[in-house]
């Protein structure tokens, strides 16, 4: 049975250091601008396209510059912004690889495998990029030093063993935890009528 | 009785490469006119959550957490967008969301660890939306045209109207769903010159005419063959009518579809576009609208959502539709109903 502490906030889980994410998300725009750079190098682009402009003032309707001056642009928040999206990714990654079939049956995942070949696609950056190793060392040494080598989730545990692979295993969900709490609570009351003997 | 579950889904955008930061937070960092190049206007989408709902896909036909009656999901729809631009890379990285290959031994995920359905029992339908057409232009980035979805999606989709097999069958219901592509062709389809006048779509009259005789034909081929009720769906990218879509991404010529729709005799359009979960009958509507919100757009402010259809027959068998809108929770990490 798992503790209702136990249910543990998303927030508690890893954020990578701000300089890594700072890093990550400028080699994602660098890489991605590259590609869209020579793909439009290399297409035949639609000439007519020239008479049909858009007009610049018409750029933005009002709602969107609504968003952008409503947005919070200071560097700390910004850097704060990149680090939970880098580790929220890494969350759901992990989440999903806890329902696998091969995870259920006790399959064990190669931390250096799967967190770099997994996060290259979630971050938008070549798999093999630095960064992604540095990644999986903040990770693993998150891991290590702040969780003894467990973490529990809401409804999953990742653990890594001694030869440094992710053993992911799934628990009782909130709601299973609940309805067991339920449960619980019912029998305690029907134990104390029946010790009080009122019916 | 069991009824007949359809999860709709729309505007996914997937991309060869998902961008960490949308135009949205370029602008509000300051950088506006980096925002601005006509090329990084296009929104992409959020991987984690496209695996996620691969995830829920795959493992849901035993009715895992959203059948939590036991009934498997009869069918997937994805109502348009399914990639961020209609160029070939873009939409080469949703076919791998459609069609895999499949990792060893993640059934959710490519070799390369992109999200797929490939390995998921429950029939994929889908159809193009304005992104998936969106081809290369000089000047603005993009317009509207492109084709390659057509032939990166032959195996499912075959425009300009698509007859989704199979038709669902349970309790003395069949359900059969078509598919419409009423995006422009051409840029000068559009109306007014508004910023994102491309997202408009046009009710085609050459296409509409072929929606209205495959309807016909499946509903006069049913009442040959069975005694079931017979409920007719279309599926199409743009919602007529909407309550919630601006001007500039509006439905040209909408009238005609609704006209059309009452016509037949539809049950219901099945639409994506506008981000916004919604259910609506406007008046003169003899059908509801089923609006998807984004299932995984990066920029959500709405959030991530999708629904589900259940489709059934009263004592008096007439057709019931019950709605569940499903919507992300990051903390559990799946799609949770609302």
Known sequence: MIDIDDLIEKKLFFRPSATLAQA?????????????????????????????????????????MVQATTAATGRDRVED??????????????????ESPYAREGGRFPLWEVIPGGMSTMLGVPRESDLLHTLTEEFRNWLLREHRGTYKG??????LDDDDALVLKEI???QDYLEALAKKRGAFAAAARETSGVG | MPPVRILHASDLHIAVKAKLTSVFDQ?????????????ALASTYDPAILLRLADLIYHDYNGRYINQAAHRLDAVLLTGDLATTGKHHDLEAAVKFIDGPVHPYLPTQTPDYVPTLASSRTPVWLLPGNHDRLRSAKLTGYSP??????????????????????ILNLSGLSVAVIGADFN???????????????????????VLDELELATQRIQAKHAAS????LAIIWAIHFPPKSPAVATSMKLIDDEHLVEAGNRCGISAILAGHTHEPVRYQTPGMKFEVFCAGTATQDFAPRGHYFHILSLSLDAGRNLEIDWENYRFDATNSRFMLV
């Open chain 2, 145 to 166: 045209g492109g084709k390659i979805f057509d032939t990166l999606f032959a195996s499912h989709w075959s425009s300009p109207i698509t007859e989704y097999d199979p």
């Open chain 2, 27 to 39: 602008i509000s960092a300051g950088m506006y006119f980096h925002a601005l190049r006509p090329r």
């Open chain 2, 226 to 229: 069975s005694q079931d009720e």
């Open chain 1, 24 to 64: 990550i998300v400028g080699l994602n725009q660098t890489f991605v601008s590259q590609f869209l750079q020579s793909d439009w190098d290399n297409e035949e682009l639609d000439l007519e396209e020239d008479e049909d402009v858009d007009d610049p003032s018409a750029a933005f309707d009002s709602s969107l």
């Open chain 1, 172 to 174: 009782a969900s909130k």
């Open chain 1, 81 to 98: 912004e990149y680090q939970r999206v880098i580790g929220d990714r890494l969350y759901h990654f992990l989440a999903s690889m806890t």
């Open chain 1, 154 to 159: 809401p409804w999953w545990v990742v653990s």
């Open chain 2, 184 to 206: 422009l062709e051409h840029k000068r389809q559009r109306e007014g010159r508004w910023w994102n006048k491309y997202a408009q779509g046009r009710v085609h009259q050459s």
